[in-house]
């Protein structure tokens, strides 16, 4: 019983650890795609805005933004999700 529950436990582990894994290159994915198109993504949506205005209002979810508050925001998350996990 007590080994059933150790591997039990182990197989728990290693899916969670292989998803939280995914889901960052995922979003990796998203800002290194965000930060192609100059930062000019939404940050709530994803919504590509180059092209738009440099201030104003997204077009898809209505939020309001600025080019270059975008720009840092796609950079800074892609700073976050590099040192958060120790394997790349």
Do not use: H, N
Not at 3 to 14: E, K, Q, R
Not at 34 to 47: H, L, Q, T
Not at 56 to 74: F, I, K, M, N, T
């Amino acid at each position: 019983m007590d080994v059933f529950l150790s591997v039990l436990m182990t197989v728990i582990f290693a899916t969670l650890i292989a998803w939280r894994e995914c889901a960052r290159r995922a979003a990796l994915r998203l800002c290194r795609t965000a930060i192609a198109r100059a930062g000019k993504s939404c940050s709530y949506c994803s919504f590509d805005l180059r092209g738009l205005a440099e201030i104003g209002q997204c077009p898809e979810c209505g939020r309001w933004y600025s080019a270059a508050d975008l720009q840092e925001v796609w950079l800074s998350t892609e700073r976050w999700l590099q040192k958060k996990y120790w394997f790349e």
